[in-house]
């Protein structure tokens, strides 16, 4: 894992965090490693200080330095799949079993929210995908039939349905809408310090480090940092992009893929839930914040192979430019808004889109949970919570089955 930090931009989330210092000499000796500091591993460290265990977390630059503190905060229900792709791909029942995953990872962020006092700026307006043809639109009426019958509040809307949750004119081509009516939204930033905080107060400890090698023999894991090494009788891995790098068994499995944002000026409430829209064929999505800034990603597809493969979290010209376009050409009385800040940040892929969360090739007390291709916030406190149980009873929870590294669908590219 190599560290970056002067070359990565700084996000929305990032620049309204106050600074939280992680102690920089770890120890020698652990019960429990965690490896990265965004959601999941943070997660992950929390329920295992909560089981009584003092976990000891290694992040190698600050606290949601990584995709968690440069994503949208977005809180949704389902893979970047989508609930009918699964069910093609994976089957009903395995798509319904991601599906109440989802569920029970957002019940267990209001427990902890409440539980800890943590102010991460959460709330529940839902979250709009707007259709932008006829095509698109029949996929939604489809997709809302299907969660319906499974008991989702999801809602398709019209124009003037759509008109009742944004407060600006809608351009013509936008012919429609579905409405996760329960989705929430969140300051990202304050929900991964949370956390660590949290985990903190219960007994873990947290050390700014950069792991640089794991190895696992029998029941002790090594794992080398700038500091040295130390050893632990298991270790999770939660370092999403940089996971190959640390893990070669994931070569070909995990791909870093960087998505780029913005964030507009506070301005007058214009928009009461998150959106979603594919003006380009990788998607973008958008929320207003707390603050009343206007926070935009995506337009990825304009990007030189998409920005596979590429590791920089620095925002490109071509990729800002397209980004600049979507709020004129949806919204036609948006011009003119002035950006405050660009940033990129490192998302991790697989071929089959689904993440990879499993006990690791050979290493019998090492799990990882990476390649969450940009939606690991419908994931991350529920998966951290069950590689903790992973790693106390020794053995994969059955609820991790759909993204075992042995599923049919996980072909190595």
Request: proline share 5%.
């Amino acid at each position: 894992m190599q560290k970056e930090p002067e070359r990565s931009s700084v996000s929305y989330w990032q620049s309204t965090l106050a600074a939280y210092p992680l102690e920089t000499t770890p120890p020698t000796i652990a019960d429990v490693v965690v490896v990265g500091g965004g959601v999941l591993g943070c997660s992950a460290a929390y329920w295992l200080a909560r089981a009584g265990l003092h976990p000891v977390l290694l992040e190698q630059s600050a606290v949601a330095y990584g995709a968690t503190g440069r994503n949208g905060g977005f809180i949704s229900y389902h893979s970047a799949l989508g609930f009918l792709a699964e069910n093609e791909l994976l089957g009903h029942q395995t798509a319904l079993a991601i599906l109440h995953l989802t569920r029970e990872n957002q019940r267990l962020l209001r427990q902890i929210l409440e539980e800890e006092q943590l102010d991460c700026q959460y709330r529940e307006p839902g979250i709009i995908s707007l259709a932008l043809n006829e095509s698109q639109r029949e996929h939604m009426a489809r997709n809302v039939a299907a969660l319906q019958a499974e008991g989702m509040r999801i809602h398709l809307l019209d124009r003037q349905g759509l008109q009742e949750y944004i407060a600006t004119e809608l351009g013509p081509e936008i012919v429609g809408g579905e409405l996760y009516a329960e989705a929430g939204l969140i300051h990202s930033g304050r929900l991964v310090q949370g956390l660590a905080q949290a985990a903190q107060r219960h007994g873990a400890r947290l050390y700014q480090a950069t792991v640089r090698q794991v190895q696992a023999s029998g029941n002790t894991v090594r794992l080398d940092t700038e500091h040295g090494t130390l050893e632990a009788r298991a270790a999770i891995i939660a370092t999403n992009a940089w996971t190959a790098n640390l893990l070669p068994a994931l070569r070909g499995l995990v791909v870093p893929v960087r998505g780029q944002a913005l964030s507009y000026a506070p301005r007058e409430p214009v928009f009461h839930t998150g959106l979603g829209a594919g003006v380009t064929a990788t998607g973008e999505y958008w929320q207003q914040t707390i603050d009343g800034s206007l926070l935009l990603g995506g337009c990825r597809e304009v990007a030189p192979e998409q920005d596979k493969g590429v590791t920089i979290q620095q925002p490109t010209a071509e990729v800002q430019q397209a980004l600049e376009q979507v709020f004129p050409r949806l919204f036609p009385r948006l011009q003119g808004l002035q950006v405050q800040r660009r940033w990129a940040g490192l998302m991790a892929f697989t071929p089959d889109y689904l993440p990879i969360i499993d006990q690791v090739p050979e290493m019998s007390t090492v799990w990882t949970g990476c390649g969450f291709c940009g939606h690991g916030m419908p994931f991350g406190i529920r998966v951290g919570q069950l590689l903790a149980q992973a790693v106390q009873h020794g053995s994969t929870p059955e609820e991790l089955a759909p993204f075992s590294l042995r599923r049919p669908s996980l072909k190595r590219s």
